[in-house]
């Protein structure tokens, strides 16, 4: 049995680490406020865009305006994996990074074999992983999620839509967390480039046919409207990750905090009989000494 001091000394560690994940649980509840309100704002309106867009791609693709929207066998392919910066979020940052992994493997395995599959990582954790295994790491942007704005997220997003235009890649690829709530995050991989069509299930094929009236002309349309609807899903993905990592952290701290409390009533036990057992031993001691003197 550990002796009182040893007890003691560990009770006190573990009450150190409990104010820690409290206070790291605290500071992850308060920042996943301002990142779920800014996801749940927008994802109504990147919905819909993303409709518009997928419409307005299928209605233009036949007149050969829309680059955007060009089918071509994925020989030149870019992943872009969305991590954190920090870890204690439980497998936020692992799940990601083996998905992306296993992409890579099952539909990406002749671009890799070529050389001919690229990374661009945000977060710090996926660039660490892919640049010491010897992926092929093109650009990272670890810096993003401390100023995540619209304009900064703006100037990556038109950067890709000029390197698929300019057939530099034929298939771009986002995996990242979606936002579910705060223990629940959904794996996902979207196709950024080339613009998915619209879905051909006879149930909402019907429902997703408009027929659009192009004010002031079909051409500008496209030049302003499918470059800013991919920005907007761009950033609604950077958006759904950064709420994803502050909800997983949040419930790995909380988690952590139940932990260690647990741990502390099994010391706490443990400590009382090893102070008992103490007790005892010195009053057995006492007797003993007390008995001899009488003999």
């Not at 660490?128 to 619209?150: C, M, N, P």
């Not at 958006?239 to 741990?263: F, I, K, P, V, W």
Request: glycine share 4%; with cysteine.
């Amino acid at each position: 049995m550990p002796s009182l001091k040893e007890v003691r000394i560990r009770i006190a560690s573990v009450k150190s680490t409990q104010q820690i994940t409290s206070a790291m649980k605290m500071v992850a509840a308060s920042k996943l406020r301002r990142a779920q309100n800014a996801i749940l704002k927008l994802r109504p309106y990147a919905a819909k865009l993303k409709e518009i867009l997928q419409n307005l791609s299928a209605s233009v693709d036949s007149a050969g305006e829309n680059v955007y929207a060009r089918q071509s066998k994925p020989e030149k392919v870019l992943i872009i994996v969305l991590t954190s910066n920090r870890g204690l979020c439980g497998a936020f940052n692992s799940n990601i990074i083996k998905t992306a992994v296993q992409l890579i493997n099952e539909k990406y395995r002749p671009a890799y074999e070529n050389n001919s599959l690229s990374l661009m990582t945000i977060g710090r954790k996926g660039t660490e992983f892919f640049t010491k295994r010897g992926y092929k790491v093109i650009e990272s942007h670890d810096a993003l999620y401390d100023q995540l704005t619209w304009e900064n997220v703006a100037v990556i997003a038109e950067s890709l839509m000029l390197s698929f235009a300019t057939n530099h890649y034929d298939r771009i690829d986002i995996v990242y967390n979606q936002f579910r709530n705060a223990a629940v995050q959904k794996i996902t991989v979207e196709q950024f480039l080339p613009i998915e069509p619209p879905s051909s299930d006879a149930s909402t094929a019907k429902a997703s046919q408009v027929d659009y009236i192009f004010e002031p002309s079909q051409e500008e349309i496209v030049s302003e409207l499918i470059p800013k609807s991919l920005k907007i899903q761009f950033y609604k993905a950077l958006l759904d990750s950064y709420a994803s990592e502050h909800g997983a952290r949040m419930t790995a701290m909380h988690q952590a905090t139940d932990n260690a409390r647990d741990l502390l009533k099994e010391l706490n036990l443990q400590y009382n009989k090893a102070r008992q057992a103490s007790i005892t031993k010195e009053i057995l001691e006492i007797v003993s000494g007390a008995e001899a003197l009488k003999g």
